[in-house]
């Protein structure tokens, strides 16, 4: 048995947020991709965008890279009518039921960001993983529990995601 390394349970925990989002979006509806139960909760579009934004966000902050939404072109394809920056953080009602876009542009930039940070994660050491990034928090945060918790959010909206298509299907 081969040695796994920290980098390795990362890339594993990023291509499981991947393998749920292609089964969430699977065959899904304009009409299934925007519902919103109780006719104010997020839809799963935007929950899948979302998810993708901050994923696309965090990643590139602490790998000094230009997002993947505006170097590769992915807002413009989108055409939201959002500020190019938003990721869906303290998004109202209204910016939710901004969020529509078919299936496959979603899957697309998902599959596009996650390229991004496999290939990121790659490039990373074990030493790297222990460097602070973050000092605003008590205890300051690593690169290592950033990427965690880019992973925990990801897989909570991902859920979430799967949870109304469950109740729509």
Do not use: C, K
Request: glycine residues 10%; aromatic residues 6%; without cysteine.
């Amino acid at each position: 048995m081969s040695e796994v390394g920290a980098v390795d349970v990362l890339i594993d925990g990023y291509g499981r947020v991947l393998e749920s989002v292609e089964h969430v979006l699977d065959g899904l509806t304009s009409r299934e991709l925007t519902h919103r139960v109780g006719g104010t909760a997020n839809s799963i579009a935007w929950l899948v965008w979302h998810l993708t934004r901050v994923q696309d966000d965090h990643v590139a902050e602490v790998a000094g890279t230009e997002q993947v939404w505006t170097a590769d072109g992915w807002a413009g394809r989108f055409d939201l009518p959002l500020p190019t920056g938003a990721t869906g953080y303290g998004h109202s009602a209204e910016e939710v039921a901004a969020v529509s876009a078919p299936a496959d542009l979603l899957l697309g930039y998902h599959r596009a960001v996650h390229e991004r940070t496999v290939s990121y994660l790659r490039g990373v050491t074990a030493e790297a993983l222990g460097e602070v990034v973050d000092r605003s928090y008590d205890p300051p945060v690593t690169l290592a529990v950033r990427l965690v918790s880019v992973i925990e959010d990801d897989l909570q909206h991902v859920g979430q995601a799967a949870f109304v298509r469950g109740l729509l299907r």
